[in-house]
């Protein structure tokens, strides 16, 4: 038994149990690298990379078994071509990074961590501008009148103004129903909004390839969610078919809203609060501020 003993000593004596020691920077970095392969399986699931992920591991595959093979014709072919691959796989998830990088400016970081001094009312347009607009979309509803209405917001809308015809108008209700109405020479296409204007109509949007859509949404839906996946604008559909409304924003689609619902969305999109943020490093306090 004691022999027995021995020899497991003697054996087990290269193997060492080691040391841990977790430190506060070990534990951010584990955070930090979880958030970013949750935010990549996130992204890969609600784009189109997955399927395209897929075509890479196919391909990953095939070279790896080059290179076990030994097949020297090819390895050559595929050390020239890597710089190549890269730049088409840039190219080909163009739009995705670009929503990616879009997301991540819209989180206003550096603004929260460094909030400058600023005293300023952002409303983007007025309740009667609200009130007309629901107006309009609820009497085209009821006419099954198709409409496609894109409300400015952040990211200005110039490239697809110039796509349309110039109109610079007061937005009323009345004008969004004469400009949608059936058989008109402005109805087809999408009027854009700012502020408390109409500025053009006719304008062609970018339609959207998310493969998630109802088959049933026609050119219309698509195009209202395409061109909230490229900017920051709110956009009102009403559907020429059955007559609902629906709201895109941030290249989801909100269906079937009533006009109350309708109204609460525009009022976010108002935006009609004060911003009052003040960093005092250099200058010090104000009198009197608590």
């Known amino acids: 038994m004691s022999s027995i003993r021995i020899w497991l000593s003697n054996y087990l004596s290269w193997f060492t149990v080691p040391t841990f ?12 690298l979880a958030f970013l392969v949750y935010s990549f399986l996130l992204w890969v699931k609600n784009t189109r990379a997955w399927t395209l992920l897929k075509g890479i591991m196919v391909l990953v595959i095939c070279v790896s078994l080059v290179y076990l ?17 890269i730049t088409a796989a840039i190219v080909i998830f163009q739009p995705e990074l670009r929503r990616v990088l879009e997301r991540i400016g819209e989180k206003k ?22 009130n007309e607009i629901v107006k309009a979309a609820s009497e085209m509803s009821r006419a099954k009148t198709g409409a496609l209405i894109v409300i400015e917001q952040n990211v200005r809308l110039d490239e697809y103004e110039r796509t349309g015809i110039v109109i610079d108008s007061v937005l009323t209700s009345q ?17 854009i909004v700012r502020g408390n204007r109409i500025t053009a109509a006719t304008c062609y949007l970018p339609l959207s390839d998310n493969m ?6 026609g050119t219309r839906h698509r195009a209202g969610v395409g061109i909230s ?16 409304i629906s709201v895109a924003y941030k290249g989801e689609l909100m269906r079937k809203l009533t006009a109350e619902e309708l109204k609460k969305l525009l ?14 490093l250099w200058k010090g306090w104000n009198k009197n501020e608590i």
């Open 69 to 85: 093979l030994h097949m020297d014709t090819l390895i050559f072919i595929v050390n020239r071509g890597i710089d190549i691959a």
């Open 109 to 130: 970081i550096v603004s929260s961590l460094l909030p400058i001094d600023t005293n300023h009312v952002t409303e983007r347009f007025s309740d009667k501008t609200v």
């Open 212 to 217: 998630l859509l109802s088959k049933e949404l």
């Open 229 to 244: 996946e490229v900017t920051d604008s709110l956009t009102v559909i009403v559907s020429e078919e059955t007559g609902a």
């Open 267 to 280: 009022v976010m999109a108002q935006n009609k609060t004060a911003a009052q943020k003040k960093f005092r």
């Open 21 to 32: 020691s977790i430190t506060v920077t070990d534990v951010l970095e584990i955070l930090i």
């Open 175 to 191: 004008i969004l129903i004469n400009i949608f109405e059936h058989n008109t020479p402005l109805h087809d296409g999408a009027v």
